[in-house]
């Protein structure tokens, strides 16, 4: 079933003097899920997001967030919560005063211990943002976004300088947000995280949509792999295609990898081979944005 | 607006460097000028020279280089986008960020002009005094988002603001010290020129209202120049 998008990106361009930063993008984001906009340095997410999110205005194409245009603040602020990359907050006011502050400009309302609490922040309110740490500054960002629940929250890297603990916390407080109906936009440098969460991707390369689709869909697009060591002797009788890899391993591509490992080790079972150091998988999110910032 | 004035205020007053070019050093110029207030007696001027020159060095002073500093800060500091990631408008996240430097050179200018009155003559034409000041300081506002659209940190603006706080004193002297009997027009056509010599007239007074509220025009005009150099100028992010 499809959810009504909260998100409507048809054919936006973004430029910059010359230099054409984001082509003819098209995307959109449905109500509920988590949307990873990923992209190789460079590539335009960091425009797109830009307008998107209302800081920016598009060169040309046509953006509706919320079904409002996003520049209008009054009408689409007061629903959507920013994490931005970097943090912009004022060194001499408290986490207290600079949450209170940022959350009442937002148009939503909530109480700023309960958020503080949530991120973890309780222990430091009276503490000025100038003696923060990286980390927590992050979490202080995080708070800002989720004041009021909002409906929708971009997250741009949002766990980057944070400990495995804050990030699990943050994770955890993103779905239960989801479980109560918010959309999510997420842009982040760590794969993994993306290949966890999200419901759909969106890869970007050099200002356009390479590719888009479940995780899934995006690594069903490239070959698993079977590697392992195998005595020379044996290499010429291996049932499946093989090349030799620079550490000197055997290396099976597979658009079926349970079939193919199968008929592997069957093979070696029958011929009394060892494979050492098998090691087997599904294409991984990586290996997807690898071909597509190479390609 | 008044949430960010507040907060605005608020780190003013925590920021022990800003709190002292924001108020000590003005006040402190402007005492020691109190103090030698017998030099001017001579200059034809006289007494409202003093309430001229004050009114541009406290002005171009305590707001118009607080003004750009806090913005060149903000906008590096990355304040203005977190701002602009939030339901107020643009004009509402400025006029809460300038609004303490104005509010506080208004209290400055009020309290030396009063100083100054006390020590020598009540102003004839207080109102057009007031107007003055007031056009003094939306002509200081315009240029000072002017200037921080070319300036890039706080550091910067040290040096970008020099040309007006040090141009509008030289006029305001100059003006003080030799009227607008020669060179007139240039005299009031410069940045601050119109509002000093009215400055003065609102002091000392015995002069024609119409004269005095056409030397208003100058000021009105460096406002809009102001306003338009900033929108086409002013950036709310750090340049990439």
């Known amino acids: 079933m499809n959810s009504p998008t909260v998100i409507d990106v048809e054919r936006l361009n973004v430029s910059y003097g010359d230099f054409h930063a984001v082509k003819d993008l098209t995307f959109s984001v449905r109500r509920g899920e988590l949307y990873a ?46 994490m931005l990359q970097e943090s912009g907050f004022a060194a001499d006011l408290s986490v207290r005063e600079t949450l209170a502050l940022i959350g009442s400009l937002s148009g939503r309302s909530d109480q700023p211990s309960r958020v503080l609490d949530v991120v973890g922040l309780t222990a430091k309110v009276d503490t000025r943002v100038s003696s923060l740490s990286g980390g927590e500054k ?77 995780v899934s869909e995006l690594t069903g697009t490239l070959p698993g792999t079977i590697s392992f060591v195998l005595d020379d002797a044996m290499a010429p009788h291996l049932p499946l295609p093989s090349s030799l890899t620079g550490t000197g391993k055997q290396l099976i591509k597979t658009q079926s990898l349970q079939h193919d490992l199968h008929e592997l080790l069957t093979w070696a079972h029958a011929h009394d081979t060892e494979l050492y150091d098998l090691d087997a998988g599904p294409t991984r999110l990586d290996d997807v944005f690898r071909s597509v910032s190479h390609n | 607006m008044l949430t960010i004035a507040r907060s605005e205020l608020r780190q003013i007053l925590r920021n022990r460097l800003v709190f002292f070019s924001a108020t ?117 506002v315009g240029l000072a988002l002017a200037t921080a659209g070319i300036t890039t940190s706080p550091e910067h603006a040290q040096v970008t603001t020099l040309p007006i706080t040090m141009g509008t004193s030289a006029v305001a002297f100059w003006i003080g010290f030799t009227g607008t009997e020669e060179l007139g027009t240039l005299k009031r056509l410069l940045p601050g020129g119109s509002a000093t010599e009215l400055t003065i007239n609102a002091w000392n007074g015995g002069t024609d209202l119409v004269d005095n509220l ?23 992010e750090p340049r990439r």
């Open chain 1, 138 to 214: 992050r979490r202080l960002d995080f708070a800002t976004a989720i004041y009021g629940s909002p409906e929708l929250i971009f997250l741009d890297e949002p766990t980057t300088g944070l400990d495995i603990q804050s990030r699990d916390d943050l994770w955890d407080t993103v779905d239960r947000l989801r479980e109560d109906g918010a959309t999510i936009v997420l842009t982040t440098h760590y794969l993994e995280e993306a290949q966890q969460r999200a419901d759909r991707i969106g890869l970007m390369h050099e200002g356009t949509l390479r590719m888009e689709g479940t």
């Open chain 2, 24 to 140: 000590i050093i003005p006040v402190g110029v402007s005492l020691l000028l109190i103090t030698q207030r017998d030099l001017f007696s001579t200059v034809p001027s006289g007494v409202g020279l003093l309430a001229g020159v004050f009114m541009i060095i406290l002005i171009s002073m305590g707001l118009y280089t607080t003004a750009v500093s806090t913005l060149a800060a903000r906008r590096q500091t990355l304040f203005l986008k977190r701002l602009r990631s939030t339901a107020v408008s643009d004009s509402s996240a400025l006029a809460g960020i300038l609004g303490p430097p104005v509010l506080i050179a208004i209290i400055q200018v009020t309290a030396v002009l009063t100083v100054l009155a006390v020590l020598t003559d009540i102003p004839a034409e207080i109102p057009l005094l007031i107007v003055s000041g007031l056009s003094l300081v939306a002509m200081m």
């Open chain 1, 37 to 82: 906009l990923l992209g190789t340095n460079g590539a335009g997410k960091t425009s797109t997001l830009e307008v998107v999110e209302g800081h920016r205005a598009a060169t040309s194409g046509k953006v509706t967030v919320l079904g409002e245009h996003p520049l209008d603040r009054r009408a689409v602020r007061p629903r959507m919560g920013i």
């Open chain 2, 214 to 236: 056409l030397l208003l025009g100058p000021t009105v005009a460096w406002i809009a120049i102001g306003v338009l150099l900033a929108k086409r100028f002013f950036q709310w």
